[in-house]
């Protein structure tokens, strides 16, 4: 199976900071690498697929990127809205396994 | 507008079996890959099962191999997953999910509310 791990599990930031979350596979997953935002008591929500495609409605301060093992989340700008629990997941062989998660805290 | 509501969580002991089903609208369902997913309380997400679109091909974590079975029946618009032999890790909100908007069976643009299942004495 391959191994996803983020860093960090958790980060506290304040509002309109830059705030970047790295996703590692124990292996190449060829680009299929998705981001989803969870927010308490309620279902993920994806914001990005394919390592860098916005998902339609998520406001672009979210950017994906990376290739290959090594990937990244970065929010530009954080708003109020955007503090939640992050989890990356890859696509490219089953099980499609999540990262851990990182919870995203108030400073 | 597409939507999944799982269904049949609840409190069974160790050893017990259980049925979750999630009914699906607002997507064609028999052309849907589907998946369940679980999250233990305070942890993080697990994915658990697949199911091709004409349950040709599915697929199980090692955690749940020879103890859960996914079906679906594309007239009811539905997907099940039946839980034997359950055990206290398997308790856990249980989602079922796909991607409606892509042809891919890689990520979720879709989800429902998830189910909790409790396996206690």
């Known amino acids: 199976d391959i191994q996803m791990t983020q860093s960090p599990s958790a980060v506290s930031a304040s509002i309109g900071d830059r705030v970047t979350i790295t996703c590692r596979a124990s292996?190449?997953?060829?680009?299929?690498l998705a981001w989803y935002q969870q927010k308490p008591g309620k279902a993920p929500k994806l914001l990005i697929f394919?390592?860098?495609t916005l998902q339609t409605g998520v406001p672009s301060r979210f950017s994906g990127s990376g290739s290959g093992t090594e990937f990244t989340l970065t929010i530009s700008s954080l708003q109020p809205e955007d503090f939640a629990t992050y989890y990356c997941?890859?696509?490219?062989?089953?099980?499609?396994?999540f990262g851990q998660g990182t919870k995203l805290e108030i400073k | 507008q597409v939507q999944l509501v799982e269904s049949g969580g609840g409190l069974v002991k160790p050893g017990g079996s259980l049925r979750l089903s999630c009914a699906a609208s607002?997507?064609?369902?028999?052309?849907?890959?589907m998946t369940w997913i679980r999250q233990p309380p305070g942890k993080g997400l697990e994915w658990i099962s697949y199911?091709?679109?004409?349950?040709?091909?599915?697929v199980y974590a090692d955690s749940v191999k020879g103890r859960f079975t996914i079906s679906r029946d594309n007239a009811r618009n539905s997907v099940f997953l039946q839980m034997n032999s359950l055990r206290a890790e398997d308790t856990a909100v249980y989602y079922c999910?796909?991607?409606?908007?892509?042809?891919?069976?890689?990520?979720?643009?879709?989800w429902g509310q998830g189910t909790l299942v409790s396996v206690s004495s």
């Open positions: 999910a796909t991607s409606a908007g892509y042809e891919t069976s890689g990520f979720f643009d879709s």
């Open positions: 607002g997507l064609i369902f028999s052309d849907s890959y």
């Open positions: 199911i091709s679109s004409t349950s040709t091909y599915t």
């Open positions: 292996q190449g997953i060829n680009n299929w």
């Open positions: 394919g390592a860098s």
């Open positions: 997941q890859q696509g490219t062989s089953f099980p499609h396994t």
